[in-house]
Every structure is written in C-alpha cells, then in structure tokens.
C-alpha cells in the first residue's frame, strides 16, 4: 500500500488521492474527482471529516474490493472495479462514503473486528443510503427499491473470511482469470469460518 502512496498526491476539495495505475491513471483520477464533487454537494461534512482525520484516498491496482486501510488510514479504491461502466459517479460516491465510516470508526478507536464487523457493515450501508437520499434527482420508488437491494445484500455477509473469498473468487472469473484460481479459492472458502 505505502508503494502507491510514494508519489505527490492531487487534491480535491482538500482530500489527496495517491495513484498509481499505468496508462489509464488519469482518467480513473477524474471518475473519483468527480464522485468527491458528488460526496462535496451532497454531504460536506463527511469531506471535512477526512481532511480532519487525514484520511486519504489511495487507487490501488488490483484488490478485488474497495477497503478503508486502518494501517495507512486510507480509503483504498481498486482501479479495475473503477474501469467498469457500471462504476458510476454515484457509486464511486457511496463507496467513497462507506468507506469513510469505517475511518470515522477507526478515529473513534473502534477498529474492525469479525465480532463487529456485521454492525459496522450495517452502519456503513445505511449511511450510503441516507448519502443517497440527500441527492434530488433520485426518486422516491427508486430510492426504497435500492435501499432495500442494498440491505438485502448485508445477508450476503461479504465482510467475513469466507464471504471475501467468495467475492475474490468471482471478482476473478469476471476478470477472466485462470478458472483453477476461482475454484481454488472457493475450496478454500469452504472449509473457513
């Protein structure tokens, strides 16, 4: 992680953004500079917590995931999940916000656990859900509809061992990797707790 992090950073309405991405690191820069300009309108005070606690927001090449980083105290966005097309500025945005409660929790000296986990997982949902209901072009159907997809999906449990090798594992089919891997991984996520 502190490898991405050796280069001078751009700001945003204060925030640095470390990247690191071959080629296409520009382009990926201006996805997250939008999605804060996003996170900037609809709720400055989550901006101003970061810059507070001096939590930074690093674009990392390859995790399957996006993570707030307690070690570094860096929100963590994978460059490749960034790529797709159904990353949008939105959902660059509630990524951005859920993953700066977990740094809020980290700062007020709750550090992630597997026996708090599921609170915080849920804490972090609703509060993507009330970024998301502050926006005006989103509707109130359309709103109720993804709010209950997005609390539905806490059933998933993605957050626990098991759950993350399940993600990996299909993260890496979508990217086409070695079918052995996937199912390796999912073998693995088998016998895990």
Wanted: charged fraction near 30%.
């Amino acid at each position: 992680m502190r490898a991405h992090m050796r280069s001078e950073p751009t700001r945003h309405h204060g925030v640095a953004i470390y990247y690191d991405v071959p080629d296409t690191g520009e382009k990926l820069l201006d996805r997250v500079t939008a999605a804060l300009d996003q996170v900037d309108r609809f709720n400055r005070r989550r901006i101003e917590r970061l810059i507070r606690d001096g939590v930074v927001i690093v674009i990392v090449p390859f995790e399957g995931r996006h993570f707030y980083s307690e070690y570094v105290n860096a929100i963590c966005l994978d460059s490749r999940i960034l790529r797709r097309e159904t990353s949008t500025t939105s959902t660059i945005a509630c990524a951005i916000v859920h993953e700066s409660v977990h740094a809020r929790f980290a700062h007020a000296g709750l550090f992630y656990n597997q026996r708090v986990a599921a609170r915080m997982e849920r804490r972090c949902v609703e509060e993507e859900i009330a970024f998301v209901a502050r926006s005006p072009v989103v509707s109130q159907d359309a709103l109720a509809k993804w709010a209950a997809l997005r609390r539905a999906d806490l059933e998933r449990r993605w957050w626990t061992r098991r759950g993350r090798l399940e993600s990996y594992a299909t993260f890496l089919e979508k990217e086409g990797a070695p079918v052995w891997i996937s199912r390796l991984l999912r073998l693995r996520a088998r016998f895990t707790i």
